[in-house]
């Protein structure tokens, strides 16, 4: 039996990957995370270690894709799952 502990950072990325129509880097993410302005919410401390810990998560999951690009630390792209 898997747990999927959801919180509004994780709702917060999906919704981003989900509601492209093309391939996100991570630092897109990171940076429309940022941006999000809403009361209940401030994602100002979302970090690409923190983004890229629930990103792994989610794909790990199934519910959205990801490639690493590059070498290292190279560039990753994610892309909601069809």
């Known amino acids: 039996m898997t747990i999927i502990l959801q919180d509004k950072l994780t709702e917060a990325i999906l919704q981003i990957v989900q ?5 996100l ?4 993410i990171v ?10 919410i ?10 890229m810990y629930r ?6 999951d199934g519910q959205i894709a990801g ?3 590059g070498a290292g630390k190279g ?5 909601n799952k069809p």
């Open 75 to 79: 560039v990753w792209v994610w892309w």
């Open 67 to 69: 490639k690493m690009l």
């Open 25 to 28: 880097e991570t630092e897109e």
């Open 19 to 23: 509601k492209s129509f093309e391939p």
């Open 55 to 60: 990103l792994n998560n989610l794909r790990a």
């Open 42 to 51: 401030a994602f100002t401390e979302a970090t690409r270690t923190k983004v």
């Open 31 to 40: 940076r429309l995370l940022q941006e999000i302005k809403r009361p209940d």
